[in-house]
């Protein structure tokens, strides 16, 4: 699996939009990125998935670019429930997912 | 639609002894998984099952972990004995195969 790259933390503003990072430069061309949250004491939760295209969803955008070499998952209105760890993962369908160290997202009142 | 169940949530046992954790996947799931999460980091694939038959265990200690998955549903993961650096939450997760994984809410093991 491709590795990816995120910022360790980030703090956003309750009914702003947050837009969470990730480079992936050496993606190839059958993975797929994913996104997942962790929310304290659950397990991770499905957020998004995209190959190029950007992807919409009831929780989040994703915005890959043309290259494929970066993204951004878009929480559009985030709430303090939003406050989570964020994984950002490149992967094959079928294949293992595996989880980097993620970007933990606070939301502020 | 009923998630992924795991038990216990929590256990809490001294070193070299034995532990077991139990998961019942989402009905129809054939691909289980089982990840280690140790505090503050990501979660660690263990091992992957497609029904009853191993994908990936290649990050399994197998001289103190095992797992099956007997019937291709519901899984156990066994740790004998047990080391302190085992403390962790354990996570099960399934999928129809490919795209989303759905994971339960864990097995927080503590070793003193």
Redesign the interface.
């Known amino acids: 699996d491709a590795k990816t790259t995120q910022p360790p933390s980030m703090d956003c503003a309750e009914g702003r939009a947050a837009n969470l990072p990730c480079n992936h430069s050496t993606i190839s061309g059958n993975e797929y990125v994913y996104w997942?949250r962790q929310i304290h004491?659950?397990?991770?939760?499905?957020i998004i998935?995209g190959l190029k295209n950007n992807e919409t969803n009831e929780m989040a955008s994703l915005i890959i670019t043309e290259d494929r070499k970066s993204s951004t998952l878009i929480l559009p209105h985030a709430t303090l429930r939003d406050t989570a760890?964020y994984?950002c993962i490149v992967r094959q369908?079928?294949y293992?997912?595996?989880?980097?160290?993620?970007t933990t997202v606070t939301v502020r009142a | 639609e009923a998630g992924?169940a795991q038990s216990p949530r929590y256990k809490i046992i001294e070193k070299r002894q034995s532990v077991a954790f139990w998961c019942n996947p989402i009905s129809g799931h054939a691909t289980l998984?089982w990840?280690q999460q140790i505090l503050g980091?990501?979660?660690?694939?263990l091992i992957?099952f497609q029904n009853n038959g191993v994908v990936?265990d290649s990050q399994l200690p197998k001289d103190r972990f095992s797992a099956e998955r007997l019937k291709g549903v519901d899984s156990t993961l066994k740790i004998q004995p047990a080391k302190l650096e085992d403390s962790a939450v354990y996570?099960c997760?399934s999928s129809l195969?490919?795209?989303?994984?759905?994971?339960?809410?864990?097995s927080r093991l503590t070793v003193l």
């Open positions: 997942y004491s659950q397990g991770p939760q499905y998935h760890v994984y369908n079928d293992k997912l595996s989880f980097g160290a993620g | 992924v998984y990840y980091q990501g979660p660690k694939l992957q990936d996570l997760a195969g490919g795209g989303e994984l759905f994971f339960g809410e864990g």
